[in-house]
């Protein structure tokens, strides 16, 4: 139980078989808190409505209480999730969902706890229901196209908010995916973006970016500073500065802040909470005053986000410190999470989390086969079997489940979520390129392809999608018959082409690298040839 559950008056429960048996033995409804580290209004609730005597004293008589850190159990999140955090879930004993807010003051809680109530008397079970996205069947599968890229093009431009930078015309989200798929196909609307999260997300004293903005134009910023959103902008800084060397600097800066503020061990640390107080006061006060804490759990999937960026600044800019502090945490993550090719969501001192999570699995993967192409090719034998596992274990038809089918309310129902399925079939993809291996890439093409009937109907948010089709389309290879660290190696790792695929040492003459270009091949000498060739000129 996190430390803030003891500053309450509620008498939380550990989400488990024990709670759910034992609200089924009281004939009672369950009252799942679903809390993050990171989060001010959680912390807000602690100190209000689960401190007052009343409301504690109505949760404990009448209820099952459960508290659940979503970062480290991100399977239940994706299940009863109310859009946000806090968020305050009403469960049958058999984990189906009665009603569910997100924050709620003293007062609002006391009326839902009173609603609820009612409802399970009169209804008991039958008060609950399966969310839609629990119930409905499989996504439609249809044919890989250029299509696809086509479709999230013109979602780029429709959404894009051209007064102030940035997609919609509500809360401001620093969406990397989208902001990667601009950056080869619109790239002035993607430095556009880029300056507005610079300008209004970044920290210039301490470093790092905070998670969002609630107004449309940037303002009334969450403080926040979490290790997913900061190594998504860390890449895609790194990435735009394959195109403007001006951008590099903001991708240092931010591998910076990865490698010293969030530091964890040898790995990465999950979150710094947000302060809104401490980050309002001037330089000179935020000096004597307590920096917000920070959440050290390492979670295998942000770090493998985490090195995966860490590891395109170094390629693109050379930057060492960002090539030591991935080469560190891949080698943590590979000692203590993963066992063969199963990974571990986080340990914390003889307390393992999950283990197999897709997100997992797929991200760490990622960072690997990053870590073949700008380092060396140890890392492929972990990547393989990371795969290996995977594809055994975690699919079922043409994609894949987020998870095994098992634990308590309805963690035994799967889920097929698009982002890690595009995560995934992004990394066998890459594994395939750098192993020769087709089915690699059969395996991706196969998983796009079972959501490919749904493509006109996806937003930006998830453009990572149409990035993975297009790369197993028509993406660019570089075969460098080369050693890692040569000329010819490190211009391949910067070419004006982020989506591009690099494999060091390959078969060939001596010094040159095959570049193949939808489907077009040629063969090159120097470091200028192959930078101009990527370049088109």
Known sequence: MDAGAVDTLVEWREWGDAAFAEARERDAPILCNLRAHWCRECREMDRTAYASPTVAANLNDGFVPVRVDVDRRPRIRDRYNMGGFPSTVFLTPAGELITGATYLGTDGLRQVLERVRTAWNENGEESGRIPRELRDADPPAGELTSAIEAHMEREIEAAFDEEFGGWGTGPKFPLAPAIEFALGRDPDRAFRTLEAIRTHLHDTYAGGFFRYAVERDWGERQTEKTLDTNAGLCRAFAAAARYDDEYAAPAERTAEFLTTTLASGDGFATSQAGDEAYYGLPPSDREAADAPPIDDTVLAGANGLAIDALLETHAVTGHEGARHGAERALEHLLDSLVDDGRVCHYRDGDTAGPHGLLADQARVLGALTSAVQVLDDDWLAPAERIAEYTITERREGDSFLDGPEDGAGLLSRPLRPLGTNVAIADALYELGVLTGEDRYQRVARETLAAFAGAHDRLGIEVAGY??????????????????????????????????????????GESDTARVTIDGESTVVSTPSALREYVAGE
């Open 466 to 507: 149409a990035s993975t089709a297009a790369r197993l389309l028509s993406g660019t290879t570089i075969k460098v018959a080369a050693a890692v660290d040569s000329p010819l190696h490190r211009a391949a790792l910067d070419v004006p082409d982020h989506e591009a695929v690099v494999v060091p040492d390959a078969d």
